[in-house]
């Protein structure tokens, strides 16, 4: 009886673990740029404004479940309805592939019903029609054991292509699908060559999860967005601080995927969590995660890859094992955060230089001199040092409607957007009342917020911008 209560235990504190990162982690994986209208024309957060006392705290947590999770690993790996789960799940390891020929199908299916390449918002230019033909032809040809392999080559050079439309800054956001691709074109292979496709697949699959969460912390505006329209997503909390532990979660996820920790455990939790988000964005996010629901299904059923051996070979003490892995997880935060933040800078110079050397008539303006003095729009801006950290700016208007569902559509006079300005350089829009900026370093800098129509012309009078500034002064 002792025992029994004893192991009842271990599974209540093992449950209460497992609901807590789900319920924590619940918009975690809403790929952002699906949902708002984000653009590499707003400015990516520089790395000073990144690591903010909120992210180091949640670094340093994060370090600790990892360390837990090492340790959790070893001592369910040892547990004998673990090792009977493990037993079960192996003999039906032979229906892997089946899985991801059918997750993949229907995602190049979708794709090419919707005019998309890979996700369902990447549509592609009317000139390259034949990318969706090419999806259809690669769809059939994972019909037939035969040419799946052909059909994996092909997932590949549909990424290579994509890169090419839509630059590979854009597509690293899809970058499992290369592992998708060599997992389907080993898949008739030897076991040796499968494993390695099942590696790779652990692999891209865990860089994917990691590199978009970066996207949380580089352009966190884009999040901000879409917990301002879904506020039930931050449980009351502090939307700085939510959307950064979102970054983290899915970043660790990702990581625990890369070095292969709790496998099985692993992949029915993120499962979970790719699910818990779709009672919030519904369709859209279901056909986005296809593969990734289908790669989570191989790692249940197929276990874990090579590099996870490799980990258990070359660290088999336990202090060792933790230490590598929480050192590893630091080093590859910071390198993909600078590789991420080099990328988006350099997107975003490029954005501005062909802006700046757009004709004049491209830079619209909506004079509203002449009309009524009583129904011209007008704002203020005020500006809250949030308790957290950063700040949080009201923008209260006269005779303006904020209408972000119908931004980059033709105008409605005095409806629109706010556009906010640091110094002169634009950071980011603005669709509603409330806005919250990020700490800043130490400096003095000039807040301006201007009134923008649908279509993003400013809205001006006698050519001056209907706009408010403030000044503000962080001290060290």
């Given at each position: 009886?002792?025992?029994?209560?004893?192991?009842?235990?271990?599974?209540?504190?093992?449950?209460?673990?497992?609901?807590?990162?789900?319920?924590?982690?619940?918009?975690?994986?809403?790929?952002?740029?699906?949902?708002?209208?984000?653009?590499?024309?707003?400015?990516?957060?520089?790395?000073?404004?990144?690591?903010?006392?909120?992210?180091?705290?949640?670094?340093?947590?994060?370090?600790?479940?990892?360390?837990?999770?090492?340790?959790?690993?070893?001592?369910?790996?040892?547990?004998?309805?673990?090792?009977?789960?493990?037993?079960?799940?192996?003999k039906r390891k032979g229906s892997a592939v089946l899985v991801m020929r059918v997750a993949a199908a229907m995602l190049l299916i979708l794709s090419w019903q919707g005019g998309a390449i890979l996700a369902p918002t990447v549509i592609v230019p009317s000139q390259y029609e034949?990318?969706?033909?090419?999806?259809?032809?690669?769809?059939?040809?994972?019909?037939?054991?035969?040419?799946?392999?052909?059909?994996?080559?092909?997932?590949?050079?549909?990424?290579?292509?994509?890169?090419?439309?839509?630059?590979?800054?854009?597509?690293?956001?899809?970058?499992?699908?290369?592992?998708?691709?060599?997992?389907?074109?080993?898949?008739?292979?030897?076991?040796?060559?499968?494993?390695?496709?099942?590696?790779?697949?652990?692999?891209?699959?865990?860089?994917?999860?990691?590199?978009?969460?970066?996207?949380?912390?580089?352009?966190?505006?884009?999040?901000?967005?879409?917990?301002?329209?879904?506020?039930?997503?931050?449980?009351?909390?502090?939307?700085?601080?939510?959307?950064?532990?979102?970054?983290?979660?899915?970043?660790?996820?990702?990581?625990?995927?890369?070095?292969?920790?709790?496998?099985?455990?692993?992949?029915?939790?993120?499962?979970?969590?790719?699910?818990?988000?779709?009672?919030?964005?519904?369709?859209?996010?279901?056909?986005?995660?296809?593969?990734?629901?289908?790669?989570?299904?191989?790692?249940?059923?197929?276990?874990?890859?090579?590099?996870?051996?490799?980990?258990?070979?070359?660290?088999?003490?336990?202090?060792?094992?933790?230490?590598?892995?929480?050192?590893?997880?630091?080093?590859?935060?910071?390198?993909?955060?600078?590789?991420?933040?080099?990328?988006?800078?350099?997107?975003?110079?490029?954005?501005?230089?062909?802006?700046?050397?757009?004709?004049?008539?491209?830079?619209?303006?909506?004079?509203?001199?002449?009309?009524?003095?009583?129904?011209?729009?007008?704002?203020?801006?005020?500006?809250?040092?949030?308790?957290?950290?950063?700040?949080?700016?009201?923008?209260?208007?006269?005779?303006?409607?904020?209408?972000?569902?119908?931004?980059?559509?033709?105008?409605?006079?005095?409806?629109?957007?706010?556009?906010?300005?640091?110094?002169?350089?634009?950071?980011?829009?603005?669709?509603?009342?409330?806005?919250?900026?990020?700490?800043?370093?130490?400096?003095?800098?000039?807040?301006?917020?201007?009134?923008?129509?649908?279509?993003?012309?400013?809205?001006?009078?006698?050519?001056?911008?209907?706009?408010?500034?403030?000044?503000?002064?962080?001290?060290?």
């Amino acid at each position: 009886m002792q025992k029994l209560k004893k192991y009842g235990a271990k599974w209540k504190h093992f449950a209460g673990l497992t609901v807590l990162l789900i319920l924590s982690a619940k918009p975690v994986s809403a790929h952002v740029k699906w949902f708002t209208d984000g653009s590499y024309a707003d400015r990516p957060l520089t790395i000073p404004e990144v690591v903010s006392p909120i992210f180091l705290w949640l670094l340093a947590l994060c370090l600790v479940v990892i360390a837990f999770g090492v340790w959790l690993d070893q001592r369910i790996a040892k547990s004998s309805w673990y090792m009977q789960l493990d037993e079960w799940l192996d003999k039906r390891k032979g229906s892997a592939v089946l899985v991801m020929r059918v997750a993949a199908a229907m995602l190049l299916i979708l794709s090419w019903q919707g005019g998309a390449i890979l996700a369902p918002t990447v549509i592609v230019p009317s000139q390259y029609e034949w990318v969706g033909w090419f999806q259809f032809g690669l769809a059939f040809l994972l019909l037939f054991d035969k040419t799946v392999p052909i059909a994996g080559l092909g997932i590949i050079a549909l990424w290579v292509i994509g890169a090419i439309i839509f630059h590979p800054f854009h597509m690293l956001d899809y970058f499992l699908f290369i592992g998708v691709g060599f997992y389907l074109a080993t898949a008739n292979g030897k076991d040796s060559r499968r494993l390695i496709g099942l590696t790779v697949l652990y692999l891209t699959v865990g860089f994917s999860l990691c590199w978009v969460a970066l996207e949380k912390l580089i352009y966190k505006d884009w999040s901000l967005f879409l917990v301002e329209e879904h506020p039930q997503l931050a449980m009351g909390l502090n939307y700085d601080f939510f959307i950064t532990s979102a970054a983290f979660v899915e970043f660790s996820l990702g990581f625990l995927l890369l070095v292969c920790l709790l496998q099985r455990p692993l992949a029915v939790l993120i499962t979970a969590v790719f699910f818990l988000t779709t009672l919030v964005f519904g369709r859209v996010e279901v056909i986005g995660h296809t593969l990734i629901h289908g790669a989570l299904i191989i790692f249940l059923l197929e276990g874990p890859g090579y590099v996870y051996n490799l980990l258990h070979k070359h660290f088999s003490n336990m202090l060792h094992r933790i230490l590598f892995t929480t050192v590893n997880f630091v080093i590859l935060l910071g390198v993909l955060l600078f590789a991420y933040y080099s990328l988006a800078e350099n997107k975003y110079e490029r954005k501005q230089n062909f802006l700046s050397t757009k004709p004049m008539h491209m830079h619209g303006q909506i004079e509203l001199a002449g009309y009524p003095q009583s129904e011209l729009p007008d704002v203020r801006l005020e500006v809250e040092e949030d308790p957290m950290g950063g700040y949080n700016l009201r923008i209260t208007t006269t005779n303006f409607t904020f209408t972000p569902e119908y931004v980059n559509t033709e105008n409605r006079m005095y409806n629109g957007h706010a556009h906010l300005h640091i110094n002169g350089e634009k950071v980011g829009r603005i669709y509603g009342e409330w806005y919250y900026l990020s700490a800043l370093p130490p400096g003095t800098y000039e807040l301006t917020v201007t009134l923008n129509s649908n279509n993003h012309d400013d809205y001006v009078i006698r050519g001056n911008p209907i706009e408010d500034s403030k000044i503000l002064v962080v001290k060290d």
